[in-house]
């Protein structure tokens, strides 16, 4: 995958004229619609003081998941441990909130805003190990811009 054609539109829709909502909208839609093994894509931030994910904006299926609590799920675990979860086969996992049977891998990146986790990217799959180092990069710069937002 050569992803520098998808980072430069990241580029792009995060400099529109856009408002913030519009732009995270425009993000999922893209990046669901660009590569075919993001099946569904959202972003969660941190629910005011609460020690809690809110799902803000996505592209692909309704989710039941709206409030995740820190610590549970792979949406949970980032939300503490700061780093990166890229899970290439989702029944290998315990602590996984499954929104379907169909999906069968999962990454989350985080945001940061001043040092600050404040939320993250969520990428599901229906494929298993479809993830590389180039989704982490590309999922990185994303984040690191829409933080740059935030
Ligand atoms: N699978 C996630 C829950 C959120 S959904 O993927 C939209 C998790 O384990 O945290």
Same mark, same amino acid.
């Given at each position: 995958?050569?992803?520098?054609?998808?980072?430069?539109?990241?580029?792009?829709?995060?400099?529109?004229?856009?408002?913030?909502?519009?732009?995270?909208?425009?993000?999922?839609?893209?990046?669901?619609?660009?590569?075919?093994?993001?099946?569904?894509?959202?972003?969660?931030?941190?629910?005011?003081?609460?020690?809690?994910?809110?799902?803000?904006?996505?592209?692909?299926?309704?989710? #039941?998941?709206? !409030?995740?609590? %820190?610590? @549970?799920?792979?949406?949970?675990?980032?939300?503490?441990?700061?780093?990166?979860? +890229?899970?290439?086969?989702?029944?290998?996992?315990?602590?996984?909130?499954?929104?379907?049977?169909?999906?069968?891998? #999962?990454?989350? !990146?985080?945001? %940061?805003? @001043?040092?600050?986790?404040?939320?993250?990217?969520?990428?599901?799959?229906?494929? +298993?190990?479809?993830?590389?180092?180039?989704?982490?990069?590309?999922?990185?710069?994303?984040?690191?811009?829409?933080?740059?937002?935030?």
């Amino acid at each position: 995958m050569n992803i520098t054609p998808l980072k430069n539109k990241i580029s792009e829709i995060i400099g529109s004229e856009k408002s913030t909502p519009e732009k995270l909208q425009s993000i999922c839609d893209f990046l669901k619609e660009e590569i075919s093994y993001y099946d569904w894509v959202g972003f969660y931030f941190k629910n005011g003081n609460k020690n809690e994910l809110k799902l803000a904006e996505y592209a692909g299926e309704e989710t #039941e998941h709206t !409030i995740i609590p %820190f610590g @549970k799920g792979i949406c949970g675990q980032v939300a503490l441990s700061n780093e990166n979860f +890229v899970v290439q086969d989702v029944q290998e996992q315990d602590n996984y909130i499954s929104c379907g049977w169909k999906i069968k891998s #999962e990454i989350v !990146i985080p945001i %940061f805003v @001043k040092d600050q986790n404040i939320g993250q990217i969520d990428i599901d799959s229906h494929t +298993v190990s479809p993830f590389t180092a180039q989704d982490e990069e590309l999922l990185e710069f994303t984040c690191t811009l829409v933080g740059n937002l935030l």
